[in-house]
């Protein structure tokens, strides 16, 4: 009989997960918080796969400029100052882990990972997994001098790590994608990158797991664990128990709240995030890009055109800044000059939380102490892009296998000592 697996959590990483647990034999349950008609933290996100983000979100010089960036409401980076014990040492940690070591150890890791995804979506495609991939590139789009030479000496670390990347001046930019009117100082080219619809994603892996056989049990929230001597028999819901021979606990910004009746320690905050997406744009790129001193990402999906940003640290809600989204909209005609905001006006804006870690890199594998379960979470504004070769490691994981790649970097227990 075929081992059971219960997957807690139905984004992107837990139905890649349940897709390559399936593959290798389990009988799969995947069981969600939400109701099948919600829309989580995957679907409203930029849709990139991104090997030129390999650098962790800690590194250096970032605190100071999000020290900078506070004092601007509508700045993409805000955390909301408050007595919070848990959002200190979150910020302790995220400061040690900027050292210039763990750094350069840490972009080896999402390099590979990011590669690996790249490649795992080339295949899904061959198996009818249909996400409308596209395999253009990806520019980071330069407003001054400054943002250039930095992306520049980035790109350089990229290509030192097997990355390919080209520094392009404005006319080359233009050339790239005339598609589109650019005001820029210049862009770095990544051709690996790429970009796909991730609701078509979402519901075509779904699809793709019922027909094998998989199962999905929505509108269930986790209230607590059957777990004696390091071994979970069941998860306690709202309605009822379930019960499992493995468990993979991948539940983006809940994971952490859901972990700590087991005694672990996987400190997340909430990334809050905002998209906005024009049906009918004045202009179509055809290549995804990032307008790099404003941090928003500019993604077309099919004939729309979906503009996302922010990193809004300590709100475990969904409510929605005006400020915040002023800021996107107000950044996108220094670098695109025929979009207005008044093209917006109308426009319904989503929200996702990012769980985001302290060092920037995701949690993976079997915690010490419980012999059945797998965690995989934290991947912050990765999900997408990490999402299927997360799911692969967690499937070699419950196989009892050696993982692929190294995942000591993403120990669940890193931060428990």
């Known amino acids: 009989m075929a081992k059971r697996v219960l997957i807690i959590g139905n984004g992107i990483i837990g139905l890649s997960s349940a897709l390559a647990a399936i593959g290798r034999g389990f009988d799969v349950t995947v069981l969600d918080r939400n109701a099948?008609?919600?829309?989580?933290?995957?679907?409203?996100?930029?849709?990139?796969?991104?090997?030129?983000?390999?650098?962790?979100?800690?590194?250096?010089?970032?605190?100071?400029?999000?020290?900078?960036?506070?004092?601007?409401?509508?700045?993409?980076?805000?955390?909301?100052?408050?007595?919070?014990?848990?959002?200190?040492?979150?910020?302790?940690?995220?400061?040690?882990?900027?050292?210039p070591d763990q750094v350069s150890?840490?972009?080896?890791?999402?390099?590979?990972?990011?590669?690996?995804?790249?490649?795992?979506?080339?295949?899904?495609?061959?198996?009818?997994?249909?996400?409308s991939l596209s395999t253009r590139g990806l520019l980071m789009l330069c407003s001054s001098e400054h943002g250039l030479s930095e992306e520049a000496a980035l790109a350089e670390k990229a290509r030192e790590l097997g990355?390919?990347?080209?520094?392009?001046?404005?006319?080359?930019?233009?050339?790239?994608?005339?598609n589109i009117?650019?005001?820029?100082?210049?862009?770095v080219y990544y051709p690996k990158?790429?970009?796909?619809?991730p609701a078509q994603l979402i519901r075509s892996l779904r699809s793709k797991i019922s027909s094998l056989g998989g199962k999905f049990v929505y509108s269930k929230h986790v209230t607590g664990w059957d777990e004696h001597r390091g071994t979970i028999h069941a998860v306690q819901t709202t309605s009822g128990q379930y019960q499992a021979d493995e468990f993979v606990l991948s539940s983006g910004v809940w994971s952490d709240g859901l972990s700590k009746p087991l005694g672990l320690k996987i400190p997340m905050q909430a990334g809050k995030g905002y998209s906005l997406t024009l049906p009918d744009p004045v202009?179509?790129?055809?290549?995804?890009s990032i307008l790099v001193e404003a941090k928003v990402a500019v993604t077309p999906i099919g004939s729309a055109l979906r503009f996302g940003g922010t990193m809004q640290l300590g709100e475990l809600n969904e409510s929605i800044d005006p400020r915040r989204l002023n800021g996107i909209l107000k950044s996108?005609?220094?670098?695109?000059?025929?979009?207005?905001?008044?093209?917006?006006?109308?426009?319904?804006?989503?929200?996702?939380?990012?769980?985001?870690?302290?060092?920037?890199?995701?949690?993976?594998?079997?915690?010490?102490?419980?012999?059945?379960?797998?965690?995989?979470?934290?991947?912050?504004?990765?999900?997408?892009?990490?999402?299927?070769?997360?799911?692969?490691?967690?499937?070699?994981?419950?196989?009892?296998?050696?993982?692929?790649?190294?995942l000591q970097l993403a120990s669940v227990d890193r931060f428990k000592d």
């Open 36 to 99: 099948d008609s919600i829309e989580n933290c995957s679907f409203g996100n930029s849709g990139m796969i991104v090997p030129s983000h390999f650098a962790p979100l800690a590194q250096p010089g970032v605190i100071a400029q999000g020290l900078r960036w506070m004092r601007d409401p509508e700045s993409p980076f805000y955390i909301k100052p408050q007595l919070s014990w848990e959002l200190m040492q979150w910020g302790m940690r995220f400061y040690m882990a900027t050292n």
């Open 105 to 131: 150890a840490g972009s080896r890791l999402l390099k590979q990972m990011h590669l690996a995804s790249r490649d795992k979506y080339c295949q899904w495609q061959d198996q009818g997994i249909d996400c």
């Open 163 to 178: 990355i390919p990347a080209s520094v392009l001046d404005p006319q080359e930019t233009a050339s790239l994608d005339p």
């Open 181 to 187: 009117t650019m005001k820029v100082h210049g862009s």
């Open 193 to 197: 990158d790429c970009h796909l619809n």
């Open 283 to 288: 202009e179509l790129p055809k290549v995804c």
């Open 332 to 406: 996108i005609p220094r670098y695109m000059p025929k979009f207005k905001a008044s093209h917006f006006e109308g426009i319904e804006p989503w929200v996702g939380l990012r769980p985001v870690s302290p060092d920037g890199l995701p949690y993976i594998g079997r915690p010490r102490g419980i012999r059945n379960l797998v965690v995989a979470t934290g991947h912050a504004m990765m999900g997408v892009s990490l999402g299927p070769i997360t799911g692969e490691l967690v499937a070699e994981i419950l196989d009892g296998q050696s993982t692929s790649i190294d």
